[in-house]
């Protein structure tokens, strides 16, 4: 039986290329040794992580003026990353749509910055997306965004008008499976596991005129220090720089950005028309805010949806189990899940429902 694998992250990869790391895992291009075992100072690692740092630029077009940086840590190190960084006046602008948000702005107060909430989608729990309702404060710092909101299961697509001051993005959820123009941003991070690669590796992007102000930052939370050394201040995460870089290749191939975004679309699509004509199941997101990449959907019953999450694992739809703050299931359709996967949780669901009524 095949197997779907929706989980939200770490997630499904491509593959050719979990068949690649197995074929090359013993003994990586004739080395004798495996990329498990090289050094990253070695000739052969700097081949992949300058061929992954290039793969990258050049999928999403990145202007010569922004570094790409290669962290671990998480998303989650990038909330202390950024207003570190970036926050010089340690005042910050949030638009608050949801979990991810809140915790991007609890981690920026614990290092001294203050978060003015510049728009909130709290009075519809979270299932639209915060609208700006006035002109942003010009001495903020930066604002913080969140692209996709992988629990609430909202995207933005449309930027919000914030003048001189950068947008600051988290992109964890919908990095490179929905386009957005790298310029319109000063800062752009990203967690691998969801649309990139294993966990493990942290991509940043950041525009070079807004790093080297601060002295003495914590050297492993330096934009400025790692883009000196090139992301090898220390030892970087050696696999998943690799894997991840095994993934750009496959986007390449498969016809770079468009192409991924356009299968994303019709991914979504066939999931979201299927919903919206179901009389059991509901996506509670206001049409014009879905995510591409993370639906969730929920039956309004409790002990059904566990039936579906549980039954539907038995047919090898799996990892459908929604987020525990907002319960029912999730299916998340990054890059690597393929058309027949949707096709075949449509057609699961449709048939439970026809059983279920
Ligand atoms: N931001 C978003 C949008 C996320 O979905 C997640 C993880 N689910 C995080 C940040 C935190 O990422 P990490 O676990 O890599 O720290």
């Given at each position: 039986m095949s197997i779907y694998n929706f989980s939200a992250g770490?997630?499904?990869l491509p593959q050719p290329v979990i068949?690649?790391?197995q074929a090359e895992l013993p003994s990586f291009q004739d080395s004798g040794m495996s990329?498990?075992?090289?050094?990253?100072?070695?000739?052969?690692?700097?081949?992949?992580?300058?061929?992954?740092?290039?793969?990258?630029?050049?999928?999403?077009?990145?202007?010569d003026n922004y570094h790409v940086l290669f962290f671990q840590g998480g998303g989650?190190?990038?909330?202390?990353?950024?207003?570190?960084?970036l926050a010089r006046h340690?005042?910050?602008?949030?638009?608050?749509?949801?979990?991810?948000a809140q915790r991007a702005a609890a981690e920026a107060e614990r290092v001294g910055t203050k978060v003015h909430v510049l728009a909130s989608g709290a009075e519809t729990n979270f299932k639209q997306l915060p609208i700006?309702?006035?002109?942003?404060?010009?001495?903020?710092?930066?604002?913080?965004?969140?692209?996709?909101?992988?629990?609430?299961?909202t995207m933005t697509?449309?930027?919000?008008?914030?003048?001189?001051?950068?947008?600051?993005?988290?992109?964890?959820?919908n990095f490179l499976g929905e386009s957005y123009q790298v310029s319109d941003f000063g800062l752009i991070f990203a967690g691998a596991q969801k649309n990139l690669g294993p966990a493990g590796l942290t991509i940043v992007i950041v525009r070079d005129d807004l790093i080297g102000h601060v002295d003495n930052l914590p050297s492993m939370l330096d934009y400025q220090l790692f883009a000196a050394k090139n992301s090898m201040f220390n030892t970087p995460p050696v696999f998943a720089i690799y894997a991840a870089g095994l993934v750009l290749k496959w986007l390449k191939q498969q016809g770079g950005l468009d192409t991924m975004v356009a299968r994303n679309h019709a991914k979504a699509a066939l999931l979201y028309d299927f919903l919206d004509q179901s009389r059991l199941f509901t996506n509670p997101v206001k049409t014009s805010d879905r995510s591409t990449m993370n639906v969730p959907f929920i039956t309004g019953n409790t002990d059904l949806d566990n039936q579906v999450i549980q039954d539907a694992q038995e047919h090898g739809l799996v990892n459908l189990k929604g987020h525990r703050l907002v319960g029912g299931m999730r299916a998340s359709l990054y890059n690597a899940m393929p058309l027949a996967g949707v096709q075949a949780l449509v057609d699961y669901l449709d048939n439970f429902e026809a059983h279920h009524r």
């Open positions: 770490p997630a499904v068949a690649q790391i990329i498990l075992e090289i050094s990253h100072r070695s000739n052969l690692f700097e081949q992949v992580l300058h061929d992954a740092e290039q793969d990258l630029r050049d999928l999403l077009t990145i202007p989650t190190l990038q909330f202390t990353a950024a207003p570190l960084n340690h005042r910050i602008g949030l638009l608050d749509s949801g979990h991810w700006l309702a006035r002109p942003v404060d010009q001495n903020l710092d930066y604002v913080h965004l969140t692209t996709n909101n992988t629990i609430e299961g697509t449309a930027l919000p008008n914030t003048g001189r001051v950068p947008l600051a993005a988290d992109m964890s959820s």
